[in-house]
Nanobody
């Protein structure tokens, strides 16, 4: 059974930074692509960033240059460093297994609120 546990969300002012973490269990993490998604109120969930098993990354245009995805295979954890946050980054952030498409059920997510 795959479990995904996200953490690190919070409330920040525009221009601030947050680092999200996602720990995965029930998968061979080192061989798995991982993605961060977000869902703003009233909007469809979207892929924000992804990293494959080799470390190659992919970003949505709206976050490129501001967000960085990384992974620690020993800790079975994927991170999302978010800098220069904007109000439009406000959303619930989720992680999932897979480089292009989510493969498993969603975890509880972590709320990110960017507001002055």
């Amino acid at each position: 059974q795959v479990q995904l546990v996200e953490s690190g969300g919070g409330s920040v002012q525009p221009g601030g930074s947050l680092r999200l973490s996602c720990t995965a269990s029930g998968v061979i993490f080192s061989l798995s692509g991982m993605g961060w998604y977000r869902q703003a109120a009233g909007k469809v969930r979207e892929l924000v960033a992804a990293i494959n098993s080799g470390g190659s990354t992919n970003y949505a245009g709206s976050v490129k240059g501001r967000f960085t995805i990384s992974r620690d295979n020993a800790k079975k954890t994927v991170y999302l460093q978010m800098n220069s946050l904007k109000p439009e980054d406000t959303a619930v952030y989720y992680c999932n297994v897979g480089f292009k498409d989510p493969l498993y059920s969603w975890g509880q997510g972590t709320q990110v609120t960017v507001s002055s």
